[in-house]
C-alpha cells in the first residue's frame, strides 16, 4: 500500500516536471492524577515561546531560526485529484479554503504541503487562498527526488519551481521529500548540498529532510553543519499507531542533531479520530490498512483515549492523539480538508496530558500492532 502511495506521488511529480498538468474489553479506568500544563520538551523538542496566538504556542524549528505554530496543518488532500482523498466527492476547493482561513484565525499558521500534492494543486490552493484573504502562513514544501533528479541544481530549480506557485520568494522550511534510492541513491550527498544552496540563495528560512532513518539524519545534519546552516526537522510519521521512531533510533537522532521531529499522520489517516470501525471502514485503499484482529485492538485503545478525553477535559479521541504527541516534544501535522475538522485539531492545543494519562496511552498503545507506515526510515 505504501508503495503505491509513493508511486502516486512519483506520477504526479513526474506530470508536474513534464509541464503536464497546469494548474476483548476496554482497559480498566480508575481515573487520573490531577492534570497540569507539563510540557516535557527537553532538546531538540520545540521550545514554547511565552507569547501565544490564542492558545496555541510558537515553537523553534530545530536550531534555525524558524519560529511556527506548535501544531501543523496537512495540505496533502488539498486538490488532489488522485483519489485518495475523495476531492470533488466528499469535498472540494471551497472547503479546502475554509480550512484555510479557520487555520489562519485559530493560529494554526503552519501549513505543510509538497510539489507533487494535487498535482502542485496543494501548493497554487494556498498561494490563491492567501491572496484572497490577505492572510500570510509559514509554509513547509518539500522537493521529491525523482530518478532524474541527480543534482544540487534540481533541488534549487524545484524550490524555485514551488516558490512560483505559492506566489512567494521564499519558504520558511523546505524538505527533501524522502531519500534518492535505487537509481538515485548516489545523489543524496548531492540533495543536502542543494538544501544548504537554497538557504544561501534566500529561498528557505530552514531545510529539513522527510522519511529519514537515524544515520541518514546524522549524515544530513554533519553535512549542513559543515556548509553553515542547520537540519531543522526530519518529518516522519509517528502517531499512536505508529510509534517506530521511538525505537529505530529516528527519534533520538533527531535530538542528538538538535532537529524538531515533525509527525505526519499523527492521526494515522483518520483512524484515531474514532471515526472507523470493522465495520466502518474508510473507502478505498485506507479501507484495508488494519486486519480484523488489528481493529478489535484499535477499538479498545479508542476506548482508553475517549475516557481520558473525559477526564482530562471533554476531549475528542483525536484531540488526545495529538496532545499525546504534544507531551513527546514533537511537532504534529495534522490533516484537514475544511474548517470543522482545523477546530477539531485547534482543540489540541492549549492544555497538556497528565504524566498518568501519558503513561497508560503509552501501554495501551504499545499492544496495538503497527499500522504500516512509509518504510523509508526504517532502510
Avoid at 553535512?223 to 518529518?235: H, K, V, Y
Avoid at 479521541?317 to 485547534?346: D, R, S, T, Y
Avoid at 496495538?368 to 526510515?377: I, L, N, R, T, W
Wanted: aromatic share 8%.
Amino acid at each position: 500500500i505504501v508503495l503505491c502511495c509513493v508511486m502516486g506521488l512519483t506520477m504526479q511529480a513526474t506530470l508536474l516536471q513534464n509541464g503536464a498538468l497546469s494548474t476483548n474489553k476496554s482497559p480498566a479506568w480508575t481515573g487520573l492524577p490531577a492534570r497540569g500544563r507539563q510540557t516535557r520538551r527537553g532538546p531538540p523538542a520545540p521550545r514554547a515561546s511565552p507569547a501565544k496566538t490564542q492558545g496555541i504556542d510558537k515553537v523553534q524549528l530545530g536550531r534555525s531560526d524558524a519560529r511556527v505554530s506548535e501544531i501543523g496543518i496537512g495540505a496533502w488532500s488539498w486538490g488532489d485529484s488522485s483519489g485518495y482523498w475523495g476531492y470533488n466527492k466528499s469535498y472540494g476547493q471551497s472547503d479546502n479554503l475554509e480550512a484555510f482561513k479557520a487555520a489562519m484565525e485559530a493560529g494554526a499558521t503552519f501549513l505543510d504541503t509538497a510539489e507533487v500534492y494535487g498535482f502542485g494543486n496543494s501548493e497554487r490552493f494556498i498561494r490563491e487562498f492567501s491572496a484572497s484573504t490577505g492572510l500570510e502562513p509559514d509554509v513547509a514544501t518539500k522537493f521529491g527526488p525523482l530518478p532524474w533528479r541527480q543534482s544540487a541544481g534540481s533541488l534549487v530549480k524545484a524550490c524555485k519551481g514551488s516558490l512560483e506557485r505559492l506566489g512567494s520568494q521564499r519558504v520558511t522550511l523546505y524538505l527533501q521529500h524522502w531519500p534518492g534510492f535505487f537509481f538515485n541513491a548516489f545523489a543524496n550527498d548531492a540533495y543536502i548540498q542543494g538544501l544548504a544552496d537554497v538557504v544561501d540563495q534566500g529561498l528557505a528560512q530552514a531545510v529539513g529532510v522527510s522519511n529519514f532513518n537515524a544515520d541518514r539524519v546524522r549524515r544530513a545534519a554533519q553535512q549542513l553543519q559543515a556548509r553553515g546552516t542547520s537540519l531543522a526537522c526530519n518529518q516522519v510519521q509517528y502517531s499512536l499507531l505508529y510509534r517506530a521512531p521511538e525505537t529505530n533510533g529516528v527519534l533520538e537522532a533527531c535530538r542528538e542533531a538538535g532537529s524538531t521531529l515533525v509527525a505526519y499522520s499523527p492521526l494515522c489517516q483518520g483512524f484515531l479520530t474514532g471515526k472507523y470501525n470493522a465495520e466502518n471502514k474508510p473507502s478505498g485503499v485506507r479501507g484495508r490498512n488494519f486486519s480484523a484482529a488489528q481493529y478489535e485492538e484499535l477499538v479498545r485503545l479508542l476506548d482508553l483515549m475517549r475516557a481520558v478525553g473525559a477526564e482530562e477535559g471533554d476531549h475528542t479521541p483525536a484531540q488526545i492523539a495529538i496532545n499525546w504527541l504534544l507531551c513527546k516534544g514533537v511537532l504534529p501535522i495534522p490533516g484537514a480538508k475544511n474548517a470543522a475538522q482545523v477546530q477539531a485539531i485547534v482543540g489540541a492545543t492549549g492544555w497538556r496530558l497528565s504524566d498518568g494519562a501519558v503513561a497508560e496511552l503509552d501501554k495501551v498503545s504499545a499492544r496495538v500492532k503497527s499500522a504500516s507506515g512509509a518504510p523509508f526510515e526504517n532502510w
